[in-house]
């Protein structure tokens, strides 16, 4: 019996730690804390400059120990996916847009779909996009853009990838799968060469989660018609996924001077034909296109 007590303890107090470190680690510049009914999470933001553009950054902790979070957060991120219990994870946006500012964002939480708002560090089509929604945000008027239309990153770009998501939305907790990998592109003159290496493998300690039964496939909101010609030429439409992948395909331009940041996502999609996640996708286009 006092055996284990000992074990019981020393579970409660490693899943308190980690919830400590899964909040240090969301640590930004809009941070908040949310005590909504059973839910304990944080978010936060950050912007990073690079290569004469910005990374806007979108974090979420789960502080629960034991249960996940099932969050939407609409504009910045992360889209319809689980944080798993005392995890953290952040969604990348790489955008042109150097007038950064607060925003009143919604977010969603919970398998019932209870809204809150959480601030974010976002742009000016952000903010306005955000207005159009239920949860209106009350700040500032909107000013001049800053933008930084210019050429492709010399050496290119990438962000590190972490994603959950169940394979079976019906029992999230036994069947969610770990995906980890590298998103971005490299560039040569006026071209540029999109990639997304992965690997998934079942979230340790949950035994039920079938990686083929996922398939993933792109998104492509702005200049669809460039985008996917581009894709299919080196790819099927869609993939079910495999333990380990590569996803790549080459984008041409005319000019090495006159490229901006466009919206695209992955989307990971059950047998039922549910998004059961989505990731952004770094791309840009060519001002002439």
Same mark, same amino acid.
């Given at each position: 019996?006092?055996?284990?007590?000992?074990?019981?303890?020393?579970?409660?107090?490693?899943?308190?730690?980690?919830?400590?470190?899964?909040?240090?680690?969301?640590?930004?510049?809009?941070?908040?804390?949310?005590?909504?009914?059973?839910?304990?999470?944080?978010?936060?933001?950050?912007?990073?400059?690079?290569?004469?553009?910005?990374?806007?950054?979108?974090?979420?902790?789960?502080?629960?120990?034991?249960?996940?979070?099932?969050?939407?957060?609409? +504009?910045?991120?992360?889209?319809?996916?689980?944080?798993?219990?005392?995890?953290?994870?952040?969604?990348?946006?790489?955008?042109?847009?150097?007038?950064?500012?607060?925003?009143?964002?919604?977010?969603?939480?919970?398998?019932?779909? %209870?809204?809150?708002?959480?601030?974010?560090?976002?742009?000016?089509?952000?903010?306005?996009?955000?207005?159009?929604?239920?949860?209106?945000?009350?700040?500032? %008027?909107?000013?001049?853009?800053?933008?930084?239309?210019?050429?492709?990153?010399?050496?290119?770009?990438?962000? %590190?990838?972490?994603?959950?998501?169940?394979?079976?939305?019906?029992?999230?907790?036994?069947?969610? =799968?770990?995906?980890?990998?590298? +998103?971005?592109?490299?560039?040569?003159?006026?071209?540029?060469?999109?990639?997304?290496?992965?690997?998934?493998?079942? =979230?340790?300690?949950?035994?039920? @989660?079938?990686?083929?039964?996922?398939?993933?496939?792109?998104?492509?909101?702005?200049?669809?018609?460039?985008?996917?010609?581009?894709?299919?030429?080196?790819?099927?439409?869609?993939?079910?996924?495999?333990?380990? @992948?590569?996803?790549?395909?080459?984008?041409?331009?005319?000019?090495?001077?006159?490229?901006?940041?466009?919206?695209?996502?992955?989307?990971?999609?059950?047998?039922?034909?549910?998004?059961?996640?989505?990731?952004?996708?770094?791309?840009?286009?060519? %001002?002439?296109?």
């Amino acid at each position: 019996m006092a055996l284990r007590r000992f074990v019981l303890a020393a579970s409660f107090i490693g899943g308190v730690m980690s919830s400590y470190a899964a909040q240090q680690e969301c640590k930004g510049d809009t941070n908040q804390e949310h005590h909504l009914g059973n839910f304990n999470f944080v978010t936060s933001s950050w912007v990073e400059n690079i290569d004469g553009r910005r990374r806007y950054v979108s974090c979420v902790a789960n502080l629960d120990v034991g249960s996940d979070l099932l969050v939407h957060w609409f +504009i910045p991120g992360p889209y319809k996916e689980y944080v798993p219990s005392s995890r953290v994870i952040t969604r990348i946006r790489l955008r042109d847009d150097l007038n950064t500012r607060p925003v009143s964002g919604c977010l969603q939480y919970g398998g019932l779909g %209870e809204l809150t708002t959480a601030d974010f560090l976002g742009t000016t089509d952000d903010e306005e996009r955000n207005k159009k929604g239920d949860c209106k945000n009350q700040a500032a %008027e909107v000013r001049d853009v800053g933008t930084a239309i210019g050429g492709l990153p010399p050496s290119g770009y990438a962000d %590190e990838v972490q994603v959950y998501f169940p394979s079976d939305p019906s029992n999230p907790y036994d069947t969610m =799968l770990e995906l980890t990998g590298k +998103i971005g592109f490299s560039v040569d003159g006026s071209m540029y060469s999109s990639f997304f290496q992965y690997s998934v493998q079942q =979230l340790q300690g949950r035994e039920k @989660g079938v990686v083929e039964e996922i398939r993933v496939e792109p998104y492509f909101p702005v200049a669809a018609d460039k985008f996917v010609a581009a894709y299919t030429k080196a790819n099927a439409n869609t993939y079910a996924l495999s333990k380990e @992948g590569l996803i790549n395909f080459k984008f041409f331009g005319e000019s090495n001077n006159s490229w901006r940041t466009v919206e695209a996502y992955y989307q990971f999609i059950d047998k039922e034909n549910h998004v059961v996640a989505r990731i952004p996708m770094p791309l840009m286009l060519y %001002e002439g296109q």
